[in-house]
């Protein structure tokens, strides 16, 4: 049975079967629902790779490469003036037609993610 894309594209040029078939990719998958379950919904490369300690630093931005190309997910920066040395200043986050392409299809519920992401004991520089 083939998900819920409704149109294949929506107005926007969000291709709904690219991004379903890019963010069900185990590894993706995994970084995504980190994502959704991190207590902003947008953590840093340094938590995604600490989150998923199978994955390189190098294979984490990689998969949000593919990701962001797709229209999945999208950079949240600080702006120059605002940051802070020794913090990340990028973040990942779902983009507004992933959540809803998500939400119709019942992937990535935020609220289980959430539960999840909450029991992974992390370090003191991971949890600021």
Same mark, same amino acid.
């Given at each position: 049975?083939?998900?819920?894309?409704?149109?294949?594209?929506?107005?926007?040029?969000?291709?709904?079967?690219?991004?379903?078939?890019?963010?069900?990719?185990? !590894?993706?998958?995994? @970084?995504?629902?980190?994502?959704?379950?991190?207590?902003?919904?947008?953590?840093?490369?340094?938590? @995604?790779?600490?989150?998923?300690?199978?994955?390189?630093?190098?294979?984490?931005?990689?998969?949000?490469?593919? @990701?962001?190309?797709?229209?999945?997910?999208?950079?949240?920066?600080?702006?120059?003036?605002?940051?802070?040395?020794?913090? !990340?200043?990028?973040?990942?986050?779902?983009?507004?037609?992933?959540?809803?392409?998500?939400?119709?299809?019942?992937?990535?519920?935020?609220?289980?993610?959430?539960?999840?992401?909450?029991?992974?004991?992390?370090?003191?520089?991971?949890?600021?």
């Amino acid at each position: 049975m083939r998900p819920d894309t409704t149109s294949g594209e929506d107005a926007g040029g969000f291709d709904t079967w690219t991004a379903l078939q890019k963010a069900t990719d185990t !590894p993706r998958a995994n @970084l995504l629902a980190d994502i959704v379950g991190h207590p902003e919904g947008a953590p840093s490369v340094r938590e @995604l790779d600490y989150m998923n300690p199978d994955m390189e630093e190098d294979t984490v931005r990689r998969h949000l490469r593919i @990701l962001r190309e797709v229209g999945v997910v999208e950079e949240a920066v600080v702006p120059p003036g605002e940051r802070v040395r020794g913090y !990340p200043y990028k973040f990942y986050r779902l983009t507004d037609a992933a959540r809803r392409l998500f939400d119709r299809n019942d992937l990535f519920p935020a609220a289980a993610w959430r539960r999840q992401y909450d029991r992974v004991e992390k370090t003191g520089e991971i949890a600021r």
